[in-house]
Structures are given as C-alpha cells and as structure tokens.
C-alpha cells in the first residue's frame, strides 16, 4: 500500500470516527452549562465521583474484556462469532457481579441512595460497552459513529427532562444514562448481527486464555489510568472539600475538547497502525503522522488558553468561574498525553499490554506521590500539577519504550520551540491585565509561523480537492 493509499484510508476512518466522536462530544459539552447552573458544586462533585467508581469496578468485574473483544476483532482472518462469544459469556458473569455488589454500594454513603440504580448502571454500561467494542473491531465505523451520537442525544434530552421538568437531580441523571446505554445495546445487536452469535454461545477455551492474557493485564493499566485522571479528585475531596471537587472538575472540560479532538484521530490511527506494523516504510510514514498531530494539538492548545478566561465566563455557572486557574496545567498535560496515546499504539499493534502497564505504572505512581506532597501545600492546583507532570512521564516513557518497535522523532527544533510557546503560554495567561491577551495571540502566531508548511499543505489539499470538484462539476 503506497502512501497516498495509506493516508486516504486514516483519513476515511479519520472522518467516519469523526461524525459519532465530535457529535456525541459536542452535545456533552453543551450539556455543562446545564450542569454547573442546575447542580451544586457539592451535587456535581457527587456525580464525579460516582462516575470514578463505576470506572474502577467495571474494568475488574468484565476483565475489560471489551478491549480484548475490539482488538481480536480487527485481526483479518479472525472468527468472529467465537470472539463474541467469549465476550457473551463474561457479560453474563459480570451482570451477577453486579447484582452481588447492592449491599456493599449501599453501605458507601456516597453511593447509598443511589445503590440500585447504580447496580442497573453498571450493567447496561457493560452490555454496550462490549457491543461497541465489537462493531468498531469489526471496521463497521459508520454504525458505530451513528450509534454513538444516538446515545449521547438520547442522554441529553432525557438529562434536560429530568432535570429541568421533573427536577429529580442525580438520580434523573444516572436514569438518563441507563436509559441510553440500554438503546446502544439494542442498537448494536441489531446492526453488529449479533443476534446469531447467541445461538451460537459456545466457549473456545484457548480463544478465551488467549483473550483473558491480553485483556487481564490491562485491568490494572486501567487502574493506574484511573489513579492518574480520578485519584487526584477523591484526594481533593478529602483533603479540601467535595465543593472543591466540584470545580476542580469542570477544570478539565477545555481539556477534553483536545482529546476529543485527537481521540478521533488517535483511534482511526489505530487501525492503520494494525495494518501498518510489518510494513517496509513504516517508520517514516508513522514519524509523519505524528509530526501532523503534533502541530495539530500544539495550535489547538495555544488557541484554547488565548480564549481561555473569557470563554470559562459565559461557559460555566459563576461559582464555577474559578477553574480556570487549573486548565492550563491540565491543558498541558492533556498535550503529552494524546502524543503519549498516538504512540501506544504501537502497544495495540503488536497486542502488547505489558507495554501499557508499565507506562500507566510509572504515570500513576508519580501522580499518586505529587499529589500527596502538593495537595496540602497549594491546594487543587497541586492536583492539575500532578496530573500534568505524571502525563509528561507516561509520554516519555513510551517514547523510549516503542523503540523495540519504531523510533519516534521527538527532539527537533520545531517540537522543541512549539512546546516551549506552550508552556510560555499556560505562564503568560496568569497576567492579570489584557496585555496578557496580547502576549498570547502573538504566542499562537508564531507557532504559526513555525509550523507553516503543515498548514499550507493542509490547505493546499483542501483547494485541490475543491477544484476537483467544480472541474467535474
């Protein structure tokens, strides 16, 4: 496959995983202002923080078999049917899981009066999260995309439902989600055909061990990316106050445009990174890419923090206004940690988890001592630090790591100067004055500036193709 091959074929997937990504991200970040003006900080803080459970418990009940499902699934020459049935079997198990689970959610006081309604939570998440996993192992990116814009419009206007007419606050919230994830299930057993895959539930023991290998290793990975995104907010909610949580949590909303952004991306990556792995060139094509999301993400930060303040103003509710002191750490952070993700894949490729645990290990053990030697020293932002710093060491590690694999080239003087910019940027915007404005538009121009020829190209392509069009038109 030559390169214009190649790029023809991540870009396709690119733009596919693009309609469900952004669509279903883009009506989640419209939801926030719904949020942050309907919840008290406390109530927000709340939500967080029982989103962190389920994070953590569902990987260890359903071995995050999803992960195994998706990846054996993307094998050419793979049986589907028995891929699916092994991630059939573990559902079942999960959902009596589940159901043992009540009594303890009932005795957590946070979760207490939520206790059955999390239990429903869990298990709905599972069955949809397995069957997404597997449509988008199968390539059926389309479906998958739809599938996922469905969900997230079905979960804000029921959301707006319950909140707003009925105003049964948290408990409308995790409704909302069940209700949702219930429909993505139907939906993905409707157009994934798994519906045959049942009759067909039969065990290929060796398929399972070999699935179970991959997937089980990734449980703690799983954790470690739990301590380094969540720990940081439990830690703030008993160090500080579930209030400071709760803005502490809206932080991280600017972030997320990033990775929602480069997820999309990162994933269609994926694919050709599978297909690209014994391939003669695939060093030079792979440092290619990564150079073009480099400066992809680069200027899409330097633009998020010029906008920063006054964006965070009419974005979020006034008690909310606040978390903007800790978005440029996570700004940062979120930088290294989608260059970090696009070189895990190398991980993917060769179905090495091994590699994702010690990476997330190292992330995860720095972030955990950072946030206990900062927290009580300077508060939540000691807690953006450290997600930041533990980010940057998780990129680095991979960096050196992947080279069994490819080497990345990540010390030229364009990177270097561009991440210099950044980090100039996340210092200049704590100037309390428009002069600061000033700075930072000038900060984005010349980077720029730098990295000009990727951005003619890109232009230059979307001009032809244009006039393409109207030729044949």
């Keep these: 496959m030559n390169n214009s091959s190649k790029n023809k074929y991540l870009l396709k997937n690119t733009i596919v995983l693009s309609i469900g990504n952004f669509g279903s991200k883009l009506i989640s970040f419209f939801l926030v202002p719904l949020y942050t003006n309907i919840f008290t900080t406390a109530e927000y803080g709340t939500i967080d923080l029982i989103t962190i459970l389920t994070t953590v418990i ?9 992960e195994s499902v998706m990846r054996y699934s993307m094998d050419k020459n793979s049986d589907k049917d028995k891929i699916l049935s092994v991630g059939n079997v573990i559902l079942l198990v999960s959902i009596l899981i589940c159901m043992i689970s009540f009594p303890i959610l009932s005795v957590i006081s946070y979760t207490s009066q939520y206790a059955l309604l999390l239990v429903i939570y869990m298990m709905t998440f599972i069955s949809s999260s397995i069957y997404l996993c597997f449509i988008r192992g199968k390539e059926q990116l389309f479906d998958y995309s739809i599938i996922s814009i469905v969900q997230t419009l079905i979960i804000a206007i029921l959301n707006i439902y319950f909140l707003i007419v009925l105003k049964i606050g948290i408990k409308g919230y995790i409704i909302a989600y069940i209700i949702a994830y219930l429909i993505t299930t139907f939906l993905c057993i409707i157009r994934g055909k798994i519906i045959p895959s049942f009759k067909k539930l039969s065990l290929d023991k060796k398929l399972a061990k070999d699935m179970i290998k991959y997937s089980v290793i990734l449980i703690p990975n799983s954790l470690m990316w739990w301590i380094m995104n969540s720990l940081d907010r439990i830690m703030v909610t008993s160090m500080i106050s579930i ?4 803005v502490y949590t809206v932080s991280y909303k600017l972030p997320t445009i990033i990775i929602t952004l480069t997820s999309i991306f990162n994933q269609a990556w994926m694919f050709s990174a599978v297909k690209e792995k014994d391939s003669a060139d695939k060093e030079t094509y792979s440092n290619s890419i990564f150079t073009a ?119 030229d003087k364009e990177k270097v ?57």
């Design 293 to 411: 999301l480099f400066n992809i993400v680069i200027t899409i930060s330097l633009f998020l923090l010029l906008i920063l303040k006054p964006l965070m103003k009419i974005y979020v509710g006034k008690a909310f206004f606040l978390a903007w002191e800790y978005t440029p750490a996570l700004i940062i952070g979120t930088v290294f940690l989608t260059l970090g993700t696009f070189i895990s894949n190398e991980y993917t490729a060769h179905k090495d988890s091994i590699g994702f645990l010690k990476s997330s290990t190292i992330g995860a053990l720095i972030n955990l001592i950072l946030n206990f030697l900062l927290i009580p020293i300077i508060g939540v932002m000691g807690a953006a630090i450290a997600t930041c710093i533990s980010y940057i060491c998780v990129y680095i590690f991979r960096i050196f790591d992947t080279r069994k694999y490819l080497k990345y080239r990540v010390l």
């Design 58 to 66: 569902v990987p260890l009940i359903t071995l995050n078999i999803s």
């Design 243 to 246: 209030e400071a949580n709760g």
């Design 417 to 473: 100067i561009c991440i210099s910019l950044l980090l100039l940027s996340s210092i200049v915007i704590y100037i309390d004055n428009y002069f600061c404005y000033l700075i930072l538009l000038l900060i984005l121009l010349i980077d720029l500036i730098i990295s000009r020829k990727f951005w003619f190209k890109i232009l230059n392509n979307i001009k032809r193709k244009i006039f393409k069009k109207k030729v044949r038109a």
